[in-house]
């Protein structure tokens, strides 16, 4: 998978692109910006006529899905982030004039959605999806399922990547099985200016048979919950990526209330309760329990 587009570019590169409410064929030009935490979409709109554009959003059936309380949910097309999906669109300012020769109406409109995705296809809310994963960063002694050996025998060195079994647990929310598998991968590089680099990752990996993406996300957060316990530390997944079938995916660019950036944090030898990656059948037992927990022991949980 590619990289994507980050916050940190998102705040000096705004996304350019055309936009349209789920479901609709018209189209406006806009542009995507994250200031200040804040991710926001303006539209520019242009109506041919002398009716006011705060009239059309109450009698246009074209502009009334964007006055509030109405929250749609926008369609781009971009080059930078491809496809992206923001869901509850809320209006937050509009500006519009009126042009008499011709006569015209503009508006620009400013909104803020609750949660953003971009990639190979648009996200539907109404649709199942297969597969949620997100990237575990600073976890690596306690997730990674490799294990590398330097050897030194004579003059040569070699090193030995030894890929252990991916614990699996299966778990079941609002009656519906899910599989959670934590899995490393292992990249490498080569510059003839840096010398040669390999990387491993962490990820923690959901499956389901068909499960909304909402869904998925529950039981994402709920990991990331079960893995600060262990941590004894804030735990925030990263790269939170939805398989969306045939080979593509999207990945989620911003959420409401969820920060930007990462609180970095450094964890102690003995704070570390459990390597899960070393010992699946543990690790599989933990995750299993964690998530039959009652009602009443989750809402403890905060």
């Known amino acids: 998978m590619s990289e994507p587009i980050t916050p940190e570019q998102l705040k000096s590169h705004p996304i350019m692109g055309t ?8 189209e406006y030009p806009g542009f995507l910006h994250l200031a200040d935490g804040n991710l926001t979409l ?12 705060n009239i059309l959003q109450q009698t246009d059936p074209r502009f009334i899905p964007f006055a509030p309380p109405n929250q749609p949910t926008l369609h781009g097309e971009t080059k ?12 937050l300012t509009y500006r ?3 042009r008499f020769d011709p006569p015209e109406a503009r508006a620009e409109l400013i909104l803020r ?11 539907d809310a109404r649709e199942h999806y297969k597969e949620l994963r997100f990237r575990a960063p600073g976890l690596h002694n306690i997730l990674t399922t490799i294990h590398i050996d330097h050897q030194i025998t004579g003059a040569n060195q070699a ?4 890929q252990h079994p991916p614990p699996v647990a299966e778990i079941v929310r609002n009656e519906k099985r899910y599989a959670v598998m934590i899995a490393s991968s292992v990249s490498h590089g080569a510059s003839s ?18 499960a909304f993406f909402a869904e998925l996300m529950t039981v994402a957060v709920e990991m990331e919950h079960f893995l600060c316990l262990l941590c004894i530390g804030p735990v925030r997944g990263e790269r939170i990526t939805l398989d969306l079938g045939g080979g593509k995916c999207a990945e989620l660019l911003w959420q409401l209330g969820k920060p ?13 309760l459990v390597r899960l990656g070393a010992a699946p059948s543990l690790a599989k037992q933990a995750i299993e329990k964690w998530f039959r927990a009652n009602d009443a022991m989750r809402l403890a949980r905060g």
Not at 19 to 26: E, H, P, Q, R
Not at 260 to 272: K, N, S
């Open 96 to 98: 519009s004039s009126n």
């Open 19 to 26: 936009w349209s409410i789920a479901g609709t064929a018209d």
């Open 193 to 210: 200016t840096e010398g040669i680099s390999i990387n491993t990752s962490d990820f923690v990996i959901i499956q389901s048979e068909g």
């Open 159 to 162: 090193f030995l990547l030894y």
């Open 113 to 123: 959605p609750v949660q953003a995705w971009c990639g190979g296809g648009f996200v």
């Open 42 to 53: 303006t539209l520019y709109l242009t109506v041919s006529g002398r009716t006011p554009f």
């Open 260 to 272: 930007a950036e990462r609180t970095t944090f450094t964890i102690m030898p003995h704070e570390i």
């Open 80 to 91: 930078a982030a491809g496809r992206v999906t923001l869901f509850n669109c809320t209006q």
